[in-house]
């Protein structure tokens, strides 16, 4: 059993930066591929992000690469996403997921099997 809690979010306005973080409890190894999907007003959650088990490898969906940076300190057990340069578009429930039966990522949210609570991220224009 993992645990995730995630913390950051809030209001901001276009072309602020945000850092979002997610730290995980129950499991005593970080041997597992995590990932940040987010969900807007009326859409389906989609993914946003994802990292290896040692945070060697990272993947980003077309519509944040090189504005967004996921990042994890596994002595701290905590996955952490920076977003900068924000866009009314980024607007969505961010939320953070570990996917404990591998150790590298896949991009499909039925691929984790832990989630975190969700926080509001708003990008006023």
């Known amino acids: 059993q993992v645990q995730l809690v995630q913390s950051g979010g809030g209001l901001v306005q276009a072309g602020d930066s945000l850092r979002l973080s997610c730290t995980a409890s129950g499991r005593t190894d970080s041997n597992y591929a995590m990932a940040w999907f987010r969900q807007a007003p009326g859409k389906e959650r989609e993914f946003v992000a994802a990292i290896n088990w040692s945070g060697g490898s990272t993947f980003y969906a077309t519509s944040v690469r090189g504005r967004f940076t996921i990042s994890r300190d596994n002595a701290k057990n905590t996955l952490y996403l920076q977003m900068n340069s924000l866009k009314s578009a980024d607007t969505a429930v961010y939320y953070c997921?570990?996917?404990?039966?591998?150790?590298?990522?896949?991009?499909?949210?039925?691929?984790?099997?832990?989630w975190g609570q969700g926080t509001q991220v708003t990008v006023s224009s």
């Open positions: 997921a570990a996917d404990t039966t591998r150790v590298s990522p896949e991009y499909a949210l039925w691929d984790y099997d832990y």
